[in-house]
């Protein structure tokens, strides 16, 4: 299979993943097989899987910025990175959810930042942490009045 193939499939899956987690009804039940099979077994497995394929093709390393451009001139390098991003936004926007229900965090608050998320991960993480704490001030707050 070809990586402009594997692109489609994982980015089909991973936007799938995202709409089940943001409107299943239960979302308990959704986030650990998202968090387990999706972005870590099968994310995962196609990432490793890039990665093997496109090393005996690959010049360049992580040793400075032109040299990752070198890296990611291969197809399967490049795929990998992207796969890299859907695996791990993934992973958090499910630690959101979850901490959000343990934190008492409406889960359609969340909504918006997990857009924020599966777009730009660390804007929707770090966007995530001032909701979190802002709750807290809220709830303490609310227990002390």
Excluded at 23 to 41: A, C, E, Y
């Amino acid at each position: 299979m070809n990586p402009s193939t594997i692109f489609k499939i994982a980015n089909g899956l991973t936007l799938l993943s995202w709409l089940v987690l943001i409107l299943s009804p239960n979302q308990t039940k959704v986030i650990r097989p998202l968090r387990v099979f999706v972005s870590g077994l099968v994310l995962g497995g196609v990432y490793i899987f890039s990665i093997l394929i496109g090393s005996g093709e690959a010049e360049g390393n992580f040793s400075n910025l032109e040299s990752v451009r070198s890296l990611f001139a291969n197809d399967y390098f490049l795929l990998a990175g992207w796969i890299h991003y859907l695996a791990f936004d993934l992973f958090l926007g499910t630690w959101e959810v979850e901490d959000g229900l343990q934190v008492g965090i409406n889960r359609w608050i969340l909504i918006p930042i997990l857009a924020l998320t599966f777009y730009f991960g660390p804007a929707g993480f770090v966007s995530y942490l001032i909701l979190r704490a802002v709750n807290r001030l809220f709830i303490k707050n609310k227990k002390t009045t």
